[in-house]
Each structure stands twice: as structure tokens, then as C-alpha cells.
């Protein structure tokens, strides 16, 4: 039984030559951009910003600290799983009158 069969809608990612289509043209515009990298005069202030593919690889080592630092994040913020429920469970007297 196809999804047509049941009325279903298709949607554009749910059809895998869609997503490899996608996915081409992403990996084709990194190509692209890596090698205009070598290419493009840049204005440079500094001086590793003349180093090819400097922030590529800024944005790469950006991306990766912050994911380290999230999960260090997770440790010191995460609440147990009943903490929003214990939260607003409120004393009343008829709860109080049930404990005894």
C-alpha cells in the first residue's frame, strides 16, 4: 500500500532522491566556497585571518566549544524528571487529612 492509497500528503523530505538532490547541492556549495576561499582578496585585519579556510575552521572549532560547554551546561542545569509536577502539586487540607 502506497501512501497515495491512503490520502496521505507527500511532503518534498519525505521522498529520499529529494534529500539526496539536497544534500548534493549543500556538499557542491561547501566545494564551491572552499575554493573560492583560495581566490577572493580579503581585507585582513590580522594576521591568521590570511590562513585558507581560516574560518571555516573558526566556525568548525566555534561550533565544537559549544557544544562542549552545552554539555557541561546540561550537568549543572538539568532537573530530575517529576520536577515540574512535584512543583505545582500544592498542599491542600484534603491531600493533608490523606497523608495521616
Same mark, same amino acid.
Given at each position: 500500500?502506497?501512501?497515495?492509497? /491512503?490520502? +496521505?500528503?507527500? &511532503? !518534498? %523530505?519525505d521522498k529520499? +532522491? /529529494?534529500?539526496?538532490? #539536497? *544534500?548534493?547541492? %549543500? &556538499?557542491?556549495?561547501?566545494? @564551491? @566556497? @572552499?575554493?573560492l576561499?583560495f581566490?577572493?582578496?580579503?581585507?585582513?585585519?590580522?594576521?591568521? +585571518?590570511?590562513?585558507?579556510? !581560516?574560518?571555516? @575552521? &573558526?566556525? !568548525? #572549532?566555534?561550533?565544537?566549544?559549544?557544544? *562542549? #560547554?552545552?554539555?557541561?551546561?546540561?550537568?549543572? *542545569?538539568?532537573?530530575?524528571e517529576?520536577?515540574?509536577?512535584?512543583?505545582?502539586?500544592?498542599?491542600?487540607?484534603?491531600?493533608? +487529612?490523606?497523608e495521616?
Amino acid at each position: 500500500m502506497t501512501s497515495e492509497n /491512503n490520502d +496521505e500528503k507527500v &511532503y !518534498f %523530505f519525505d521522498k529520499p +532522491e /529529494n534529500v539526496r538532490l #539536497i *544534500l548534493r547541492i %549543500f &556538499y557542491s556549495l561547501c566545494v @564551491l @566556497l @572552499l575554493v573560492l576561499d583560495f581566490f577572493v582578496h580579503r581585507h585582513i585585519y590580522v594576521y591568521f +585571518e590570511s590562513v585558507p579556510t !581560516f574560518y571555516a @575552521l &573558526y566556525g !568548525f #572549532i566555534a561550533c565544537v566549544v559549544l557544544v *562542549l #560547554i552545552a554539555k557541561v551546561m546540561r550537568k549543572v *542545569l538539568m532537573r530530575d524528571e517529576d520536577y515540574f509536577s512535584a512543583a505545582t502539586q500544592t498542599k491542600t487540607p484534603e491531600n493533608e +487529612e490523606s497523608e495521616h
